[in-house]
């Protein structure tokens, strides 16, 4: 442990001072990004996941044993050129060839080499282990950037495309690049729940693209045609941070890795945010709908939403009104049940419903009105919904 | 007669009687069939190809001094290293070591020529047209190619014509190696003078032997490697494309299989060079001849079974990374044998610094430090975090540059004044030592840094918190070029115009072999009947 911070903090020194020798004019403003690259970082990122943690300390332990052995080496080469120097009068001996020297110069290497493998065995074994996952996310590159599916776990279904900030891009063209996040900022990140395992299944659309986290200790190539997977489970909330790493074409430094882990609540949350979303963006509110089908889709809208209260049979129960023969309902004037539903009533037991679309809204209020014994034949079109939103 | 120019009228009357046939002006060189005309033409031609990959190189250094986009736009910036990677790979460090193979096997094995002089002409001039293609397909529609030097499947397929030249310019100059390396393997095995048996052969043509069986073996694995590319872009097969029910992976598998013995391919002939030089410096016998053959053998079978460990990253089975993970380890054994061998050479001999031995040692210490990135790389579960970074950009040029080059060089000084006739100045040489191994020292050091932090190899702008490291390494690359250019002027031209200390016959005092037997410069012609060899094959004695 010792040896090893010596060691990192005396890099660090040497490498400093070579900055300090090299940048003085030109030395730009920036800070480190946490989760992402830090200024004239030396080592591995700070490991997140179980998996990184091990990449590192196999590469301490690497580093350590490869420059021990560099030092006993060159302490000898370099003794003997201080040493057995023509100029310093030392005379050639004339020894060469020694079986059990050289025996031992090969077996000792041997095991040195086997043991280093047996270290990292169980690294290999346990990174490439995607079973029993409790999120798996689809990465897919594009020429150039990252969509993400959502497969299997909780958010299954929503998906989005993840680019680079375009204005990051043009600072690139400019060759006036700013920010600590620059080149790293997408518009859409990547969102897991922390300390949940997270299997990347990757895959990619034309040519070969690699996806790449180093705090999570991750990186997969993203093949065409072929389906890979790899795993991480984040012990940290925050961002983090990748690149793509195989190059891909004339963007490749464009379409980075943004990773954002979430606690467990707050990535219900957000599922629930990207749901509505995407339930919002999935309908066109101008789109003139006919009757039966609007009450297809209405049923739906009503089972997933209002069913819990008005009951399937649209009796209710206890202080819940019926919506079977409700006057509210059959009311020739739209604007009345529209209101409620927007609104809300009888202080907050009947909540507003503003979050669900206006296809939604619209389908759900022409179900009910003609479903039961409701047989008004009213159609609500979504536009009548955005009207009534005002 | 100089075997390398025709310089001054003030050269011997001594063995002009040889040259009778002897062709003068452009018809020397065009029909050259002299192993020592053809050697300098391979020597000339890789560094005006080291110059070409080097100014590619310092364009993208130049753009990678500071981040954003200052001189190239990231196409021509994926351009630059896919040219630099192939024209240093097959255009520098490669023909370069076919000259040194040309000028030194048949001196250091007693032969009058290569076996196949004709052949020889043939596979040095396919070079040209070969280069030509390469450096030109910067102007052809849409620019050189950009899929990266290892022009890995189906970014291929979305390049332009400049592709297929390239494709074209590498068979050839496959060709040309195949044609080389049948002309090394039958001259080393068949033409050595009486009484020079394989086991006192100079480590020099062991190593070329055991390389040249290596080309033999792979480079028809490249060949069809590109053919497969080459028939996917045009004749509608699917090998390689997904889009057909192709395998993109496989196209590494089989570039890999190629790739892995090729790297061998440019640093054994080094190992050769280097075993050549430390005993001299050393006034000391080679430590463990035996077991420097044994171990050059061994990596050359154990280069055929760890090709995948370049594809880690591409979701190789558990079983698969273990394998290649612990086959490339044991690569590490063999050449550690080699390192200590050398070092027990150096240990109690009386050694003396000239520059070929400041270029051997130098090239010991650096490459070192890339065979330990290496073994650092080949552990799977830390390569998952340095594939496609810096790091591994750090490593190679640490073993390509450090290694191959720095090898080259050494011989260059080492055997120049064989060559020419004339000694370097020894200031001039220490200058350019000295000076090179500092800025490489200062362009890929700080790359191990950049790959541990996750900056990712051919990006054309990178975020700023890596600029700089990036800096100290463009400034280093700069310094580097400089000083190759210098070693150029200062170095190589005067030596070839003759302007300096006359070359005795043998100007290293403890030097051994063929090659001191004959005078410098090297006649034209050299063991035109078979030398008779003493006991340890290292003197003519009649």
């Known amino acids: 442990m010792n040896t090893k911070n010596t060691l990192r903090l005396g890099l660090a020194r040497a490498a400093a001072g070579l900055m300090l020798l090299a940048t003085a004019p030109w030395a730009l403003a920036v800070n480190s990004l946490p989760g992402g690259p830090a200024v004239n970082q030396l080592d591995l990122h700070p490991p997140v996941t179980k998996i990184a943690e091990q990449q590192q300390w196999l590469h301490n332990v690497m580093l350590i044993i490869c420059v021990l052995i560099f030092i006993g080496v060159f302490g000898v080469m370099f003794y003997s050129i201080l040493k057995h120097r023509k100029s310093l009068g030392a005379k050639p001996a004339h020894f060469h060839e020694s079986v059990a020297v050289e025996i031992a110069w090969t077996v000792v290497p041997f095991i040195i080499v086997i043991a280093m493998g047996a270290m990292a065995t169980k690294a290999v074994v346990a990174q490439k282990d995607t079973s029993n996952a409790d999120l798996t996310i689809k990465a897919t590159g594009y020429q150039w950037k990252w969509g993400y599916d959502y497969l299997k776990g909780e958010g299954e279904g929503i998906k989005f495309l993840s680019t680079l900030d375009v204005a990051h891009r043009e600072m690139s063209d400019a060759g006036k690049p700013a920010g600590d996040d620059y080149l790293l900022k997408v518009d859409n990140p990547l969102v897991v729940p922390v300390n949940r395992k997270i299997r990347i299944v990757t895959t990619a659309d034309d040519v070969i693209h690699a996806w790449m986290v180093p705090a999570f200790g991750v990186k997969q190539d993203a093949i065409p045609g072929f389906v890979r997977d790899t795993w991480f489970r984040a012990e940290k909330t925050g961002d983090f941070y990748g690149q793509c790493a195989e190059l891909c074409g004339k963007e490749h430094a464009y379409m980075p890795i943004h990773v954002k882990v979430l606690s467990q609540t707050d990535y219900a949350a957000w599922v629930d945010v990207q749901k509505k979303k995407m339930a919002a963006a999935a309908d066109d509110p101008t789109k003139v709908w006919k009757l039966e089908d609007l009450i297809a889709r209405g049923e739906k809208v009503y089972a997933a939403n209002c069913a819990v209260c008005h009951r399937p049979d649209g009796k209710g129960a206890g202080p819940i009104k019926p919506l079977d023969g409700s006057a509210i309902v059959l009311d020739a004037d739209k604007g009345k049940q529209l209101a409620v539903v927007l609104g809300g009533a009888a202080n907050g037991a009947m909540p507003s419903w503003k979050q669900l679309s206006d296809t939604e809204l619209a389908a759900v209020v022409t179900y009910t009105k003609n479903h039961w014994s409701n047989n008004t034949g009213q159609l609500v079109q979504p536009a009548e919904v955005v009207a009534a939103r005002k | ?542």
């Not at chain 2, 890596?466 to 250019?485: K, P, R, W």
């Not at chain 2, 005078?519 to 290292?538: C, G, I, N, Q, V």
């Open chain 2, 1 to 542: 007669m100089s075997a390398v120019l025709d310089h001054h009228g003030e050269h011997s009357h001594g063995h002009d009687h040889h040259d009778h046939g002897h062709p003068h002006g452009w018809r020397r060189w065009v029909f050259a069939t002299n192993h020592k005309d053809i050697g300098t033409m391979y020597l000339l031609f890789s560094f005006a190809m080291l110059m070409v990959g080097g100014v590619l190189a310092l364009g993208i250094r130049a753009e990678l001094f500071k981040p954003g986009l200052q001189f190239v736009n990231p196409e021509l910036f994926n351009q630059f290293t896919t040219m630099h990677g192939l024209i240093m790979v097959f255009g520098a460090i490669m023909p370069a070591f076919v000259g040194f193979a040309n000028w030194m096997i048949p001196l250091q094995i007693g032969a009058a020529d290569m076996a196949f002089a004709r052949m020889n002409n043939l596979s040095f001039w396919l070079l040209i047209p070969a280069a030509i293609m390469l450096a030109g397909s910067f102007f052809m529609p849409g620019g050189a190619p950009a899929a990266g030097w290892t022009l890995y499947a189906p970014l291929t397929l979305q390049m332009g014509p400049s592709m297929d030249a390239a494709i074209f310019a590498v068979h050839i100059m496959g060709a040309s190696s195949i044609m080389g390396s049948i002309n090394i393997i039958v001259t080393v095995l068949n033409m050595r003078a009486p009484g020079m048996t394989l086991m006192k052969m100079p480590l020099f043509a062991w190593t070329w032997l055991i390389t040249a069986y290596l080309l033999i073996a792979v480079m028809p694995v490249l060949a069809g490697a590109i053919t497969m590319t080459l028939t996917d872009r045009h004749f509608g097969t699917s090998f390689f494309n997904p889009a057909g029910g192709g395998d993109p992976v496989m196209y590494q598998h089989i570039f890999w299989f190629f790739g892995h013995p090729e790297v061998y391919i440019m640093i054994l002939p080094a190992f050769g060079i280097v075993s050549a030089i430390i005993p001299t410096f050393a006034r000391k016998r080679l430590f463990g001849y035996t077991s420097m053959v044994y171990a050059t053998a061994s990596i050359a079978i154990l280069s055929f079974i760890v090709w995948a460990h370049h594809m880690f990253t591409t979701g190789m089975p558990v079983t698969g990374q273990l394998f290649f993970m612990y086959a490339t380890m044991l690569i590490a054994v063999p050449t550690g044998v080699k390192i200590f061998n050398w070092i027990a050479t150096m240990w109690r001999g009386s050694m003396t610094f000239e520059t070929p031995m400041l270029w051997a040692v130098g090239f010991i210490f650096v490459f070192t430090i890339g065979g330990f990135t290496g073994l650092i790389l080949a552990m799977a579960p830390i390569d998952i975090q340095l594939q496609d970074t810096y790091y591994v950009v750090a490593h190679f040029h640490y073993v390509l540059v450090a290694g191959s080059l720095f090898a080259l060089f050494a011989g260059i000084y080492y055997w120049g004044p064989k060559w020419t006739g004339v000694m370097y100045s020894e200031t001039r040489g220490k200058i350019h030592f000295w000076g090179s191994l500092i800025f490489f020292n200062l362009t890929f050091f700080p790359m191990h840094f950049l790959g541990l932090a996750g900056m990712p190899r051919r990006y054309a702008d990178y975020p700023m918190q890596f600029a700089d490291f990036n800096e100290i390494a463009s400034i280093g690359a700069f310094g580097f070029g400089l000083m190759q250019v210098y070693f150029f002027l200062f170095v190589v031209v005067p030596m070839m115009r003759g302007q300096g200390e006359k070359a005795p016959q043998k100007p290293w005092e403890a030097a051994e072999g063929l090659e001191w037997e004959v005078p410098s410069p090297a006649p034209w012609h050299t063991f035109e009947t078979p030398p008779k060899l003493d006991a340890s094959a290292t003197r003519v004695i009649g």
